[in-house]
């Protein structure tokens, strides 16, 4: 099965996770997930800007926003960016995409914590504009786009006529995007938009320039599933227009009748008391770690598990304290249980029967709600159902006789009950630490930073030797030296081909200067150090 899932700025990737869980471990799918990183756009370069007058000082509200690959946008608590001082100190110079970079490792801990599995793959948007500018061309040959004298390019909705909409049955007239004066109609939508002085930028056929919003979910999932996903899920706020307008371009693109066959959209998360939303805009929201402080992330996957993901829910000290008492009640059952297991608990002879036929109808129930949109509800319901059988028939007695233990049975139910939480990703502790240890994500970046350097060394390279086997033939051409002119004329043109090898290295020492990973260039070979010091890396150098 085909998944794709990321996240708006509302959004928590747990519920998705369960269902992703229930997908695997209930119905036995395999699941192919790809999360879409979002390291390029106009909040991250605008603070990338901001960074330049500030120096290393950060805001919450800095945070990029890890794309949703088919949208895994729900709208619950926007915790996972962190306060300011978890955020390593930046150099004046950082780039957008390296503070992009810083961000996304934050963003993976913090999911980590919240014991949200990692993607099938990650793919970040900086890494795929060839194959999105290629898909822009395709869209504008298919003729549902075009390009404008001030290098934008443009989605015509008009030009696709009724089939635009088919997803909430909104009109597209009521689509709320701000008209620009080199639209042709007000409803049309950036493919690509043209750079900004001082904006980072690529190449394409229509000018330096970005890539649009929209574009980018639609490209990086057509290029893992091509014309056929299977889920897609978002927050709801993402139906429209982002999601209609995903289903628009990649149904120009593969020609196709139908592109995503199920669209998931979760509800929103509503401060109590209130129809607020849950939002960074209006600074009503916690971070994970603080959040994590109070809760742990099992009573926060439970306060999950007891809505529908397509609900709207109410978050409060009262609904969070609410799911910890359903946690008590389970883990107090199972500590009965094991000790009336082990015979520490004497209880009046049990009905096994009753219990066998209530565990085997419990398993039916929960499998008949996951089937029903996921109904998670519904599934906790049936397993608090055995635990209350469970527990009528636990009932301490004092009797010097020993009655027959029934261990089988209560050993079966504690046991589907502790694999039913296990697979949902919930462990039934009481205390849980949260998932540490950033060196390990942190290398993890720097490799794809110094792979990313390798491969424009590597490519830059191969382009030499066919350039001195030129040089040597047109030398061969007028004499065995040829003139000394047109010698330095060469030398010249080959330093100047070899100008974007260094612009690289050092846009690459800067940048890694971000995460505390020094690069000393020699003469000859270049080494590299931690910040704190390392003996490895001090012993590469003293050898070089």
Known sequence: MAVAVGNSRRSSYVRFDIIRRILTRFFETEVIMVMGITDIDDKIIRRANENLKVGHLLCEESAPFPLWFFEEA??????????????????????????????????????????????????????????????????IANGQAYATSQGNVYFDVNSWGERYGVLTAVSPDTQGEAVDTDKRHGRDFALWKAAKPQELSWSSPWGKGRPGWHIECSTISSAVFGKQLDIHTGGIDLAFPHHENEIAQCEVYHQCEQWGNYFLHSGHLHVKGSQEKMSKSLKNYITIKDFLKKFSSDQFRMFCLRSRYSSAVEFSDETMNDAKNVLQAISSFIRDANAYIKGQLVCDPVREDVLWERLASTKV????????????????????????????????????????????????????????????????????????????????????????????????????????????????????????????????????????????????????????????????????????????????????
């Open 74 to 139: 729900i709208n619950w608590m926007p915790i996972w960016i962190g306060k300011i001082q978890d955020i390593p100190r930046l150099p004046m110079n950082i780039s957008p995409v390296a503070l992009a970079r810083i961000y996304e490792e934050d963003f993976k801990q913090d999911m980590a914590s919240l014991k949200v599995l990692p993607p099938t793959v990650y793919m970040r948007v900086t890494e795929n504009i060839p194959q999105i500018i290629s898909f822009i061309k395709t869209i």
């Open 365 to 544: 129930n929960v499998k008949a709600a996951f089937a029903d949109d996921f109904d998670t509800s519904r599934a906790v319901a049936a397993i608090m159902d055995l635990i209350h059988h469970g527990n009528r028939q636990l009932k301490a007695v004092t009797k010097d006789a020993v009655s027959p233990r029934s261990s089988v049975v209560y050993g079966s139910i504690t046991s589907y009950i502790e694999s039913f939480f296990n697979a949902l990703g919930m462990s039934l502790e009481e205390r849980q630490v949260a998932v540490g240890g950033g060196n390990t994500a942190l290398l993890s970046n720097v490799m794809d930073e110094l792979v990313s350097f390798r491969t424009k060394v590597r490519n830059y390279a191969l382009v030499l030797p066919e350039a001195t086997e030129a040089v040597q033939m047109e030398e061969g051409a007028v004499g065995a030296k040829g003139p000394k002119q047109e010698q330095k004329e060469k030398r010249r043109q080959l330093m100047q081909e070899r100008k974007p090898l260094l612009e690289a290295c050092d846009s690459l020492r800067g940048d890694l200067a971000a995460f505390g990973i020094h690069i000393k260039d020699r003469s000859t070979a270049s080494t590299w150090e931690m910040a704190e010091g390392g003996r490895a890396e001090q012993q590469a150098e003293e050898k070089s």
